[in-house]
C-alpha cells in the first residue's frame, strides 16, 4: 500500500462517509426504512461511537504509542475497549456512521456504511495486523488469539 493512501486517515474517510451518507439521503432516499420516533435509536450507537473511539485514543496517548495508523508502535494497548475488541477507534468510527444513517432513517443514508468498513478493513486493519506482529510477535499473537477483531 502506498504511503499517499495511507496519509488519508481513518477519521477523514469517516467525514468522506457521513458526506455521502447525508448526500445520498437527501438526493436518493431511495426508502424510508427507520420511522420517527425509532430513528432517534441512532443517538445511542453515535454516542457509544464517539465515547470509544475517543477514549481509545486518549489510551494510546497515555500509553506513549502513536494515535495514527502505521506509525511505530510502542506500546502493544489491551486495556479498556481493546479488551472487547481489538478495533475500538474503528469500530467507533463504524458506530457513529451508523447512528446518523439510523437518525436519517433512509436506506440511501446507509449505503455508505459496509463501503466505510470495507475501507478501513482492506485499507488499513488487514496491514495494521501484520506491522503489529512484526513489532511485538508472540505477545501481540497472543492478544490477537484472545480478542476478536471487531467485537
Same mark, same amino acid.
Given at each position: 500500500? %502506498?504511503?499517499?493512501?495511507?496519509? #488519508?486517515?481513518?477519521? !477523514?474517510?469517516? #467525514? #468522506?462517509?457521513?458526506?455521502? %451518507? ?11 426504512? !427507520?420511522?420517527?420516533?425509532?430513528? /432517534?435509536?441512532? /443517538?445511542?450507537?453515535?454516542? &457509544? ?6 477514549? %481509545? ?6 500509553? =506513549?504509542?502513536? @494515535?495514527?495508523? *502505521? ?5 502493544? @494497548? ?11 477507534? /474503528?469500530?467507533? &468510527? ?5 447512528? !446518523?444513517?439510523?437518525?436519517? =432513517?433512509?436506506? =440511501? ?5 459496509? @463501503?466505510? @468498513? ?5 485499507? *488499513? ?17 497472543? /492478544?490477537?488469539?484472545? !480478542?476478536?477483531?471487531?467485537?
Amino acid at each position: 500500500m %502506498s504511503a499517499t493512501v495511507r496519509r #488519508v486517515l481513518p477519521p !477523514v474517510w469517516l #467525514v #468522506v462517509a457521513l458526506l455521502a %451518507s447525508f448526500t445520498l439521503d437527501r438526493w436518493w432516499p431511495i426508502a424510508r426504512l !427507520v420511522q420517527t420516533p425509532w430513528k /432517534y435509536l441512532g /443517538y445511542l450507537p453515535l454516542a &457509544l461511537g464517539a465515547v470509544m473511539a475517543i477514549s %481509545s485514543a486518549r489510551a494510546f496517548r497515555r500509553a =506513549g504509542t502513536p @494515535v495514527v495508523p *502505521f506509525e511505530p508502535s510502542t506500546t502493544l @494497548v489491551t486495556g479498556g475497549w481493546f479488551r472487547m475488541t481489538r478495533n475500538p477507534m /474503528y469500530l467507533g &468510527l463504524s458506530l457513529i456512521l451508523f447512528g !446518523v444513517a439510523l437518525i436519517d =432513517g433512509t436506506l =440511501g443514508a446507509f449505503l455508505p456504511l459496509p @463501503v466505510f @468498513v470495507a475501507v478501513l478493513h482492506f485499507r *488499513f486493519i488487514r496491514a495494521e495486523e501484520r506491522f503489529l506482529e512484526g513489532i511485538f510477535g508472540d505477545q501481540y499473537r497472543d /492478544y490477537r488469539a484472545q !480478542v476478536r477483531r471487531w467485537w
